[in-house]
C-alpha cells in the first residue's frame, strides 16, 4: 500500500487492483472530475470519457462537511460525498494511489495507472487547514502562487491566506484608491534577502544596499482567476489588509492618511511606528477598501490584521489626539479597540467573517470576531474563553520564515530553528486547548512570512515538506507519518515528480 498524506481515517485493503482505461469514463464530479481528468491528462495523456465502467461519483447527504467514501474495485471506483469538496478530497486520494508520475509534467507510462483495491472512509478532523503566504513584503509572482494552489489541494489543505499589503508593499488594486498601486507597490531597493543587511531595522542601510527599484501587484483580472482557480481545488483565498499598522504604504501613497509623511513604502523590516492616523478620514478609507475587497473575494472571510500597532505616533499626531479625546480613550490600546471596533463591524456587517490577529484581545473586538493567534498557545484558550473563534497559528509550530535545519548550508531566514520534527508538535497544542471556552478551535495554519524570500525556489524550500506535517495533522488530528524525511519518503517523491524545491536536509 502506498503511504497516503494525509493518512485517511481508515482503508482496507480488499485485494486486486483497477486499471484505468483509455479513454476513461467518468460519472458526476462536476469540479472534482474535471480536476481529475486534467492531472491524469497532463501526466499521463489520458483522455476521459462520459458513461460507466470507470470513476462514478455519487452524492450521500449523511456524510460529513468535506467528508468522502473510496471504494476502487476491480469493476471500477465509486466516489460518494455530501459536498463537492469531499469529491475533491476523494480526488486527490485517488491520485496518491497511482504512481507519484501523476504528479509530474508527464509523460509518464499509460500501463502503471494502476490502483489498489481499496475502500476508504475519510474526513478532516479541522475545516481550517490553512497556509499563508505574505505576498507585501517582497511580490511573489502569480505563477508560483497557482503551484502552491496544486500543491495545497494535493494536501487537503483548504485555505490560503494572502497577506496582501504590509508597510513595505501594497499587492492589490483598490477602486477609487489608485496610487495605492502607483505608489504603494514599489519602493527602492530590495532588501537584501539573501545576505543579511547590516542592520535590517535601519532603513536608510538597507535602502543604499543596491538601489533598484522592488515591487509588483496583482491586477484583478489576475485575482478573480486566482480566486476560481482555488475554488475549483477546494480552497478558499482568504485576504488580509493589515489595519491601522502595517500601513507605510497607504501611507506612501495618501499622506493625509498618515501621521507623519512617507515618501515611499518602508526599505527595511521591523516593527514600523508610522501608522494609520486615528482619524475618520482613515477609518473610512479602511472601509471603503474593504467593501472592495470584498467585491474581489467572494463570500470569503476577510482579514483585517491588527497586529503590532505601536500607538505613539497616535498621541502625537493632533488629528488623532483629537479623535481619542473625543471617543475617550486614554490609552493606544483603547485607541486601537475603537479601531477594531468600526472595522471588524463593517465586516461582519457585510455579513464576512471577519479574522484578526491575537493583538486584538487586549483592547477587545466585536463579538463574532475571529481571533488568529500567532503568539503564545495561552491566547488560543484566552479568545475561545471570551467567546471567539480561533484559528491558530502559533510561532512555535508554524512559522516556516524560520529555518528547517541547523546546517550552514541553510540560506537566510528571520529566526531559529523549526525542524519537521517540532512541527509535529502543532496537534498536541491543538488537543489540549480545544474545548476550552465558548469559541471553536476552527483549526491552524502555517505561515510563510517573506522579509527573507524573494522567489518561489526559496518560498517552496521553506514550506515543505514542513507543509505535509502541518497537513497530515489538521486532517487527521496527529502527526502520524509526517515526522522525519525517512517516514515520507514515497510521499516526497511526489513533490519531486511536481519539481518542487522541497528541502532534502530537514530534520
Ligand atoms: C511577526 S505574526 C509578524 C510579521 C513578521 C513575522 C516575522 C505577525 C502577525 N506579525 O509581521 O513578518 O513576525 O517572523
Redesign the pocket.
Known amino acids: 500500500m502506498r503511504t497516503l498524506i494525509p493518512e485517511p481515517t481508515t482503508v482496507r485493503e480488499m485485494g486486486g487492483e483497477f486499471a484505468l482505461p483509455s479513454p476513461l469514463p467518468i460519472a458526476g464530479g462536476g469540479n472534482a472530475a474535471a480536476y481529475l481528468a486534467e492531472r491524469l491528462g497532463r501526466a499521463a495523456g489520458v483522455r476521459v470519457s462520459e458513461g460507466s465502467g470507470g470513476i462514478e461519483f455519487a452524492h450521500d447527504p449523511s456524510l460529513g462537511e468535506e467528508a468522502y467514501r473510496m471504494r476502487v474495485s476491480t469493476e471500477g471506483i465509486r466516489i460518494e460525498s455530501a459536498d463537492e469538496r469531499g469529491a475533491g478530497w476523494a480526488v486527490q486520494t485517488l491520485l496518491q494511489l497511482l504512481p507519484p508520475a501523476i504528479y509530474s509534467a508527464g509523460p509518464m507510462e499509460p500501463t502503471s495507472l494502476v490502483v489498489p483495491c481499496v475502500e476508504i472512509e475519510d474526513a478532516p478532523r479541522y475545516h481550517w487547514r490553512g497556509s499563508h503566504i ?1 505576498v507585501a ?1 517582497n511580490f511573489l509572482p502569480l505563477e508560483g502562487l497557482y503551484r502552491h494552489l496544486e500543491m495545497m489541494a494535493m494536501h487537503k489543505l483548504n485555505v490560503v491566506h494572502l497577506h496582501l499589503t ?1 508597510d513595505q508593499g501594497w499587492r492589490i488594486p483598490i477602486e477609487g484608491f489608485p496610487k495605492l498601486i502607483e505608489k504603494g507597490s514599489t519602493r527602492p531597493g530590495t532588501l537584501a534577502g539573501h545576505q543579511p543587511p547590516p542592520d535590517e531595522n535601519d532603513c536608510d542601510d538597507v535602502a543604499e544596499h543596491d538601489g533598484i527599484e522592488c515591487g509588483g501587484y496583482y491586477t484583478r483580472e489576475e485575482i478573480t482567476a486566482l480566486v476560481e482557480r482555488a475554488g475549483m481545488l477546494g480552497i478558499q483565498v482568504v485576504p488580509e489588509i493589515d489595519m491601522p499598522g ?1 500601513m507605510e504604504s497607504v501611507v506612501a501613497a495618501y499622506p493625509e492618511l498618515g501621521c507623519v509623511p512617507i515618501e515611499h513604502p518602508r526599505t527595511c523590516w521591523g516593527i514600523s511606528e508610522h501608522v494609520l492616523a486615528l482619524t475618520d478620514e482613515a477609518v473610512e478609507f479602511c472601509r471603503a477598501v474593504l467593501t472592495d475587497v470584498a467585491t474581489l473575494f467572494p463570500g470569503s472571510p476577510i482579514h483585517v490584521g491588527g ?2 500597532c505601536p500607538g505613539k505616533e497616535w498621541v502625537e499626531h493632533e488629528a488623532s489626539r483629537a479623535t481619542m479625546e473625543r471617543i475617550g480613550a486614554t490609552t493606544p490600546a483603547e485607541a486601537q479597540a475603537w479601531f477594531e471596533n468600526e472595522i471588524c463591524t463593517h465586516v461582519l456587517d457585510m455579513d464576512r467573517r471577519v479574522i484578526a ?1 491575537d493583538e486584538v484581545l487586549e483592547g477587545g473586538v466585536p463579538q463574532g470576531t475571529t481571533v488568529m493567534v ?1 503568539r503564545k498557545s495561552e491566547a488560543v484558550e484566552e479568545a475561545l474563553r471570551a467567546g471567539h473563534d480561533a484559528i491558530a497559528a502559533p ?1 512555535e509550530f508554524t ?1 516556516f ?1 524560520y529555518r528547517q535545519h541547523a546546517g550552514e548550508d541553510h540560506p537566510l531566514t ?2 531559529g530553528n523549526l525542524p519537521l520534527s517540532k512541527v509535529a508538535g502543532l496537534s498536541d497544542l491543538l488537543d489540549a486547548v480545544g474545548g476550552e471556552g465558548e469559541g471553536a478551535l476552527l483549526g491552524a495554519q502555517f ?1 510563510l ?1 517573506s ?1 527573507y524570500v524573494h522567489d518561489w525556489a526559496k518560498a517552496e524550500y521553506l514550506l515543505w515538506p514542513r507543509g505535509c506535517s502541518v497537513a497530515q495533522q489538521l486532517w487527521s488530528g496527529s502527526a502520524g507519518n509526517a515526522r522525519e524525511l525517512a517516514t515520507m519518503e514515497e510521499h516526497l517523491s511526489r513533490l519531486t515528480a511536481r519539481g518542487l524545491n522541497w528541502c532534502r536536509t530537514a530534520e
Open positions: 505574505d513584503r504590509d502595517h497586529d503590532e490577529w500567532w510561532t512559522y520564515d528571520i529566526g505561515q512570512w522579509e
